[in-house]
């Protein structure tokens, strides 16, 4: 019986292992034929009509128009055209060039519409909008990651001439001074790979295509989306007869399945797959659900066979083991909290907003950026303790840092100062913002009264905020306090902002009493 089970044992795992390696196989092939074998156009124009539209469209913008295989027009926007020539019932003469012709063939009155054109809300000058098409967001390709675009400021940036992220992302962030313009995408991302420039912006698309030629290069995707952007087709404002007649052909198409056919055509696999981590992804579910059967099974007949020499006792002592390991990583896990949180309120203690704040305050002086300290104290504590006792002193300020926390943005540090003063790390806003956010803290604190058995109290704050102008932490902070006992000293329940220009003045005068 025993030689038997064996043998069933290693039947069944072998059959497992078989069919794991079949389906695993069956997707590779099926998606990397399908990766290497380029979609070919196959709605042709009729062109057999009155009129004739000249249409242009760039050469290098895989998988939107490129040059196929046999030397003819191919990709999502050639089909795209021919599919709306025939539902307009005119001719078609496209023509591929370089995406700098295309404009210069829309300004000169050779072309009638231009294919790929970014969508803006504003308008084109010279061009006539189509409805909008596909979305495809403009992405970084590189070697360096990163995670916040400041960084971009001083890397050489790649782009091409008249692209949509000019408007989206260039110019609102301030990079059109270093960025460098091409006639494609390609030789854009060419100029990442020789080490020109640093980062190329793309469409994510046409970027994938480009990176699926190159499967030697360190290059690829980073840092988050730049920004979306719609495509439409652009149609010169000298032939305006034409938009109208575009528009229905392409609710037509729309309403019949054709737009969304040559979107997963195009913009599907032959976009998203381009290696093998892609496929997997792309396949994960599967993937785990056929190991996950593999092992379950495997477990299965392990215990089967086995199943009258396994003791409760090793039962047991697996368990004890993972309860103590667990034990030892909760206590470890609290340990751990007690270190940084101020056990009454729940927020960070002194030390640990100094460490975090020290971090924050030294990358905005390295980089760049806004920052303030807000330091702000309960007004007349001593009296609610000396009245009421400290069990409802501690209710208070429990009460004000669950406000306060509410309040304040997830990524603002928040911190107790010592005994009822508070201190805040606010990053990434300007003054005028600065004022009203800090008062908003303020409100908030002095909305509602604090409720407690036998009575309630109204609370109130004096706050004072001094910008990060220095790397010393405590410097801002000894600014900050100054203006909160200026608002005490004022009358309480209010915010006393010091701007730059103070701490500059104070600055100086702490200088000159040096020398």
């Known amino acids: 019986m025993k030689k038997h089970s064996k043998k069933f044992f290693a039947a069944a795992i072998s059959l497992l292992l078989l069919c794991v390696i079949m389906i695993i196989s069956l997707v590779s092939a099926t998606n990397f034929n399908n990766l290497s074998k380029i979609p070919q156009v196959s709605i042709l124009p009729d062109n057999h009509y009155d009129r004739t539209m000249t249409v242009v469209a760039d050469i290098l913008f895989d998988p939107f128009s490129f040059v196929g295989e046999n030397g003819e027009p191919n990709g999502?926007?050639?089909?795209?055209?021919?599919?709306?020539?025939?539902?307009?019932?005119?001719?078609?003469?496209?023509?591929?060039?370089?995406?700098?012709?295309?404009?210069?063939?829309?300004?000169?009155?050779?072309?009638?519409?231009?294919?790929?054109?970014?969508?803006?809300?504003?308008?084109?000058?010279?061009?006539?909008?189509?409805?909008?098409?596909?979305?495809?967001?403009?992405?970084?390709?590189?070697?360096?990651?990163?995670?916040?675009?400041?960084?971009?400021?001083?890397?050489?940036?790649?782009t091409i001439v008249k692209a949509g992220c000019i408007v989206g992302f260039l110019e609102p962030h301030r990079l059109l001074d270093n960025t460098k313009y091409y006639d494609s995408f390609t030789e854009a991302v060419m100029s990442v790979v020789s080490g020109e420039n640093d980062y190329a912006l793309v469409r994510h698309s046409v970027g994938r295509r480009i990176l699926a030629t190159l499967p030697d290069t360190d290059v690829r995707f980073v840092g988050p989306a730049m920004s979306d952007s719609l495509l439409c087709i652009g149609v010169n404002e000298n032939f305006p007869e034409l938009a109208d007649s575009l528009d229905a052909a392409i609710v037509e198409l729309k309403n019949n399945g054709?737009?969304?056919?040559?979107?997963?055509?195009?913009?599907?696999?032959?976009?998203?797959?381009?290696?093998?981590?892609?496929?997997?992804?792309?396949?994960?579910?599967?993937?785990?659900?056929?190991?996950?059967?593999?092992?379950?099974?495997?477990?299965?007949?392990v215990f089967y066979i086995y199943r009258k020499n396994m003791r409760i006792t090793f039962i047991e002592r697996e368990n004890q083991l993972v309860h103590d390991k667990l034990a030892a990583e909760i206590a470890k896990m609290e340990i751990e909290k007690i270190a940084y949180i101020d056990s009454l309120t729940g927020i960070l203690n002194r030390r640990q907003f100094l460490s975090q704040?020290?971090?924050?305050?030294?990358?905005?002086?390295?980089?760049?950026?806004?920052?303030?300290?807000?330091?702000?104290?309960?007004?007349?504590?001593?009296?609610?303790?000396?009245?009421?006792?400290?069990?409802?002193?501690?209710i208070v300020l429990k009460c004000v840092a669950d406000r306060v926390a509410k309040t304040i943005r997830p990524y603002d540090l928040f911190g107790r100062y010592g005994g009822e003063e508070f201190v805040i790390l606010v990053v990434d806003i300007d003054s005028a913002d600065m004022k009203n956010y800090a008062e908003r803290i303020r409100m908030a604190i002095n909305a509602e009264s604090v409720e407690f058995d036998g009575g309630e109290l109204t609370v109130s704050a004096s706050f004072g905020i001094a910008p990060v102008l220095l790397n010393e932490l405590n410097e801002i902070i000894n600014i900050a306090d100054g203006a909160l006992y200026e608002a005490k000293n004022k009358g309480r329940n209010m915010v006393i902002f010091k701007d730059a220009i103070f701490i500059s003045r104070e600055l100086g005068r702490q200088a000159a009493a040096h020398q």
């Open 357 to 394: 704040a020290s971090v924050q305050v030294d990358r905005i002086i390295r980089q760049g950026g806004n920052a303030y300290i807000i330091l702000f104290d309960i007004d007349h504590f001593k009296k609610v303790n000396d009245t009421y006792g400290h069990s409802i002193g501690d």
């Open 258 to 301: 054709t737009i969304d056919s040559l979107t997963k055509k195009w913009l599907g696999s032959y976009v998203v797959v381009i290696s093998f981590s892609d496929l997997l992804n792309m396949y994960k579910t599967e993937i785990y659900i056929a190991v996950f059967m593999f092992f379950a099974i495997t477990i299965a007949l």
């Open 76 to 158: 999502y926007d050639v089909e795209l055209i021919y599919a709306i020539a025939n539902q307009m019932q005119i001719n078609i003469d496209l023509k591929l060039m370089a995406w700098g012709d295309c404009k210069e063939a829309i300004l000169s009155d050779k072309a009638n519409m231009i294919m790929g054109n970014p969508y803006h809300q504003g308008g084109h000058e010279h061009l006539i909008q189509s409805r909008a098409l596909a979305s495809d967001p403009y992405v970084c390709i590189g070697r360096e990651d990163f995670f916040n675009t400041g960084i971009l400021s001083s890397k050489k940036l790649a």
